[in-house]
C-alpha cells in the first residue's frame, strides 16, 4: 500500500520523518510559537496581551508565529461584538489539546537541575504550572473555587477532588482570591515556600485556609537529572 508523500499540513518540510513528533516540532517547534499556545491556553487574548505575556517577542515575531498557527490550525482570530474594538486570538480545539504535551514538556524540564523557577514567568505561565504540578493525593480530598488575579489576569481555578481546572475569568466571588502584581511573587510563595507577609504586595481576599491548602497540593518533582 503506498501512502501519500505530502499532506496539506505540510508534515515533513523541516524533517522529512511521518514520526508524529517530527510533525508537532514542525508546528510548534519555531522560538516562541509553543509559548503563544500556553498564553492561549486559558482563553483568548488580544495582540497586546500576549506580547505583556512574552516581553521578549518582537511585534514581527509575534505577527508571523501567530499567522504561521493560524495557517497551521492551532488558532483562530476572531473579532469582538460591539462595543468592543479590535479581536482576539483563540486556540481551536486542536489547539487546546496541546496542554497535555506542554504539561509533561513542563514537568520534564522541572526535573532537571538546570531549571530555574526564579526567573521571570507570565500569568499564564504560572496557572499552567498549577495544571502540572497538582497533586490530587495531597489536595486530600480538597474541594474549593479560588480566584488569581495577577498582573492584571483574572483565572478561576476549580478544585474537585482529584482534578484542578483553570480558566481565564472574573475572580470575584471565589471563595479565597489571591491579588498579586506579577507572577514571579506568587511563584516564590507557592514553590519557593516564601510566607505571603513576606511579600508586602500580595494579598488573600477570603478564606486564606482555603488557598492554604491548595498551595500545599502544588509542588515541584524533584530533581532527577
Known amino acids: ?53 512574552m516581553p521578549g517577542i518582537s511585534a514581527k515575531v509575534l505577527t508571523e508565529r501567530l499567522a504561521g498557527l493560524e495557517a497551521a490550525g492551532v488558532l483562530i482570530r476572531r473579532k469582538l461584538a460591539p462595543p468592543a474594538a479590535g479581536q482576539v486570538y483563540e486556540l481551536t480545539a486542536w ?27 507570565s500569568p499564564a505561565s504560572l496557572m499552567m504550572s498549577f495544571r502540572t504540578m497538582f497533586d490530587p493525593a495531597l ?30 475569568t472574573p475572580a470575584e466571588g471565589a471563595q479565597a482570591i489571591l ?7 506568587v511563584a516564590a510563595h507557592v514553590y519557593g515556600d516564601v510566607p505571603l507577609a ?3 504586595a500580595v494579598r488573600v481576599e477570603g478564606d486564606a485556609t482555603v488557598l492554604a491548602r491548595f498551595v500545599a497540593s502544588v509542588k515541584l518533582p524533584p530533581k532527577i537529572g
Do not use: N
Not at 179 to 185: G, K, N, R, T, Y
Open 95 to 121: 489547539g487546546y489539546a496541546a496542554e497535555t504535551a506542554i504539561m509533561e514538556m513542563g514537568r520534564w524540564a522541572a526535573m532537571s537541575c538546570a531549571h530555574d523557577p526564579t526567573l521571570p514567568l
Open 139 to 168: 489536595a486530600d480530598g480538597l474541594e474549593a473555587d479560588l480566584g488569581f488575579v495577577v498582573a492584571g489576569q483574572a483565572f478561576r481555578a476549580t478544585v474537585r477532588t482529584d482534578s484542578l481546572k483553570i480558566r481565564r
Open 198 to 200: 513576606e511579600l508586602a
Open 1 to 53: 500500500m503506498k501512502l501519500p508523500k505530502e499532506t496539506k499540513s505540510g508534515h515533513g518540510k523541516w524533517y522529512g520523518d511521518a514520526c508524529g513528533t517530527a510533525f508537532a516540532m514542525e508546528v510548534i517547534g519555531e522560538r516562541w510559537a509553543l509559548l503563544i499556545v500556553r498564553e492561549l491556553m486559558f482563553g483568548a487574548l488580544r495582540f497586546s496581551d500576549l506580547r505583556a505575556g
Open 179 to 185: 491579588h498579586a502584581p506579577a507572577a514571579p511573587l
